[in-house]
């Protein structure tokens, strides 16, 4: 009997209970999961605000795979050779963002997104380690499930505007500022208020509510006791609500197609309860989220108390009555009607297919109706606008246009990460300002090159594959362990074609962690045969564990000291009681860890800038101009450090090295107006100068670059013309009246008054008022009376001011024209 209790032991490892050092990583892994969400989902917005959240996480990442690492030869965790041989290439992916460090468009940035990806790869190996384990793998997806409703109901407070709430429960570890606001739960833009809960950023929080409706109505499915399908279906009604709270186009129209990919993997039976409770949970959203919204709307003006209670009364009524419609659809209710249909030949697509067919139907009749009345004005707006020549779409395809030419100029190792935000505007059709390409996929392409992103599609695929593989011959009782994990790469992969939902490094290792709960399930014949021989893989995944966690633990430990740094040089100065060596000393620090970290050099250089102005010592602007040069050797494409060497350069009257690094560096940003702005100027000042000095010859060249410099100009207006009448042209591309102004006075001195008059009418307003009208006016006056011309209105205007005008018209007309 022993002997039997040995090998059934033996053979079952996964009845075993958890053992302690488990508990420990199940814990850390736990309240990462909790935690990070409310960092802003750890956005990597590839500035300075965002960077101190990332550093703290790839440092608790870091202790979770280190002890993982130490355990796993200790334990002889029965990690199958597949388990072991995935783990370990894993380790290619962060390795592909470290090689594309080579053509990094931006180091800073670069080392940034190794680090994300490190620790996301430790978060893929944390997860085989755990969801390996029977017991661990369900506790672990229960602590998903509640972390993701967590984040719904902290959305719904901050729209019934109870953000005191919010900051009660989660304020003692979530981003709230220092007025206790968490920033953007509710954001404004364009088409009115739009829920984002900890995103800040409405189509992720659709994505993301995506994936927990499907997580919910899997776990109200498998569950077997009624009260626990009661309370996940308690939840449908909340995550819809916030769903269509997001005014998401993107996500109403993939939502289906992820439906439709999961609902193919259910048996009809499932599919029905699945369909069904999806139905009852959107009709009866329906019918309150009109006066909903009303509310949100109303108390993101002036909060009020018996309001947000009368909304959360609407919620919590209707929850509760779904969740006990939810208890009662259970798939043994459906199993015996579908026995036939579950044998015949793709069964497993008709429900889905025709439900999408059915759902569009009734969303154009609702809309083409009276019934449309249900819905919200908002919501009707953006219903009506899905369609594939509304601005989003054009917009999107233009991003990915851009992002392939990118991918023609660095297609092996990619432009290394972060490349997107530093170089889209050298690529851009046009002056759209978006530092992500808005589709996963292509923004890594861009990052890695093709080498970076086949591994990482093969290494996705692979899992994928052998999941779906194994799913197929699997028992129908042992579907239900992973499916959680494939419901959230699924829908976070396919909602990624559209969006930078993996920008959220939360979500980010969200995946990771869910691929490594996949991986977990993978079965070999010699999975359970003795681990020893398998043992000097363990030791290598292991010492990659170990050495990696320690040198990313110590990186980021470094980036957080330079950060503190930082801040407590900005801190002095705020303070207004500023003392030169204690600044520079502590920017100094931060640049000792960090030398090409651009928020650092500008700091400084600023500071330098502003100690020169106070006391004439060129030494100081000397090192603000080296130091900026410095940095952008390895940030070439960083146009906050571009602009600040310019503006030194233009403070100095250094107008000739001004102008030849303006025209250097205009091909990085083609669509940027006030480049070109600048340029004229200085081309102006440079010809006038000349001018004054009597160097004649020396003024032309400048103006005649000044005249094709502005035919670029039109050209590039000719090409946003032709642009499609739904597609937003981006910002700005026109030239300022005192631009004209500067570019009319350089066509009068060359001689060509018709052109002056033509562009110099144009630089200034009536009625005549401030120093730059007066001028305009003036020179266009002269332009006229060089052609014989007169404007009887215009001095009129002046004479009404008593401005005493025609003796400096007439110097104007004393000048001599320049010869070519």
Known sequence: MKGRSKLSKKKQPFAEPVPGMLWVILVLSGCFFIWSPFQIALFNGGSINFEGPISYAVIFTSIICFVTGIWIPLKQLPLSPSHLGLAIASFLLPLSYLLSKLNAASHYLSNTLVLIMLSATFFYIIAITVASHEKANRLIQHLLISSFYLIVWFGLWHWFGNGPLARFFFGWFAAFNDLGVYVDAVMTDSNGLRLTSVFQYANTYAAFLTVVLFACLHFITKAKLWWVRALHGFMLVPIFISFWLTLSRGGLVILPVVLVILLMFLKPAKQIVWILQLMISLISTGLILKPVTEIGLAMNNQYSGVEFLKGYTYVLGLSILVGFCCAWLMESKFARLTQKWSNLKWSSLYLPLGTVLFGGLLLWVILSTGLKTVLPDNVQTRLKNINFSQHSVLERATFYED??????????????????????????????????AHNFYLQYLVETGWVGFLIFLSFVSYILYRYIRMYRHQEEAHRNDY????????????????????????????????????????????????????KKYNYMLTAIMVIGSIAATITAGLFLKAEQSYYQATEILKSGQVSIQEVTSHVDKALSIRSSHPYYASLKASFLQQVYEQTADPKYIIEAKSLLLEVQLLEPYNKMLFKQTMSILISQENYREALALSQEQRSNYPWDISLYEQELELLYKLGSTAYDQGQEEEAYPYFEQAFILKATIEKKQAHLDQLPEEQMQGRPFELSQTTKNVLGKMYYFTGQYALAEAILVQSFDTPLSSSSNLDGALWYLAALLKQDKENEALEEAFIEMNYNYEQQVNNLLELKPLDP
């Open 483 to 534: 499916f959680l994990y494939f419901i959230i790469v699924v829908s976070l992969l396919v909602l990624s074609l559209i969006d930078f939902n993996m920008t959220y490094v939360y979500l980010l290792i969200l995946v990771f962690f869910s691929l490594g709960g996949i991986t977990a399930s993978f079965s070999s014949t010699k999975a359970n045969v003795q681990v020893a021989s398998y």
């Open 403 to 436: 992002s392939l030419k990118l991918v023609a100029d660095y297609p092996m190792l990619g432009a290394g990460g972060g490349a997107w935000s530093v170089l889209y505007e050298k690529y851009q059709n046009n002056p759209y300002t978006s530092r992500q």
